[in-house]
């Protein structure tokens, strides 16, 4: 699934090419699920005409602020892309929704298994109602030394389950969380209210530059994730943990193992990552 890089990324490449963009149209939406709370002539009746104002991201979700406080809202789930395209483009296979702006420009939503999802909503406040219903902190933008010892605080549920929880933090998903786990010398099944206060701050630390590393390396291409041009990302070539059963950790060289927390694969070193501490160990 794409996560909070693949996002970010995604939202920085759509707002260099289409703010200021009028919506011709909008169609092509052949699997009503994928409309939760809109019928697709509302949405067409109501985003044609209007220009792109803002392309943002909050957690996974994409947010395209259009004229008239009117919001087009993506969440791609597990396989979902958003391509740019030419006018007169064929489309992929699994295009299930797509914006289309004068000027041809074509913006489609590319979503082999069907579980992406696109909202609308009307104004401002509904969209920050619904995403506050769901998300918690941003690690890039909210999260502090004393917001994360707040948020964490009576919290004994594993830490791997608390990074998944999106109403902890916003955007975190499998790879990234143990990724940051790895980085920070964590066991993934510590219990969260058992972390010493320097142990709270690499996990901090360890969030942030994970997250900012997958950006800058343009994020992980895993089951077919691409940016809006169809490029790769790279960040796949530099993980230290996640999915690299048996291979040496690349700071102790003990085999990685893998188990299951929550029905998710987890991977991690378990000399660097001790159940019942860490220490810093050599890097």
Same mark, same amino acid.
Request: hydrophobic letters at 40%; proline letters at 6%.
């Given at each position: 699934?794409? +996560? ?36 697709? +002539? ?43 395209? +030419? ?35 009307e ?18 933008a ?9 948020h964490?605080r ?13 109403r ?10 143990? +990724? ?62 996640y ?41």
């Amino acid at each position: 699934m794409p +996560e909070l890089p693949e996002v970010e990324i995604t939202a920085r490449g759509l707002r260099a090419r289409i703010l200021g963009s009028r919506v011709a149209a909008a169609g092509a939406m052949d699997w009503p699920p994928m409309l939760p709370n809109a019928a697709p +002539e509302h949405l067409e009746a109501t985003v044609r005409g209007r220009t792109v104002q803002t392309v943002d991201r909050r957690g996974k979700y994409l947010l395209m602020g259009l004229e008239g406080d009117c919001w087009l809202v993506v969440h791609r789930k597990m396989s979902g892309n958003l391509l740019l395209h +030419e006018a007169g483009d064929a489309p992929a296979p699994h295009t299930h929704f797509a914006l289309r702006f004068e000027g041809g420009a074509e913006l489609h939503f590319v979503d082999p298994r069907k579980f992406g999802r696109v909202y609308l909503f009307e104004s401002r406040a509904r969209l920050d109602a619904f995403l506050s219903d769901r998300l918690g902190l941003e690690p890039l933008a909210d999260l502090t030394a004393r917001r994360l010892t707040a948020h964490i605080r009576g919290r004994r549920g594993r830490l791997k389950s608390l990074l998944l929880n999106q109403r902890f933090l916003a955007g975190i998903g499998n790879i990234y969380a143990d +990724e940051i786990l790895w980085e920070a010398r964590l066991h993934p099944e510590r219990a969260a209210d058992s972390l010493t206060p320097p142990e709270r701050v690499r996990l901090l630390h360890a969030a942030r530059g994970i997250l900012e590393a997958a950006i800058e390396r343009r994020g992980t291409t895993f089951a077919g994730y691409v940016d809006e041009t169809g490029a790769r990302g790279e960040n796949q070539q530099h993980l230290r943990a996640y999915g690299r059963t048996g291979l040496p950790c690349l700071r102790c060289g003990r085999p990685i193992q893998r188990i299951v927390i929550a029905q998710r694969g987890t991977w991690f070193c378990p000399r660097c990552q001790k159940r019942g501490g860490t220490s810093p160990g050599r890097r």
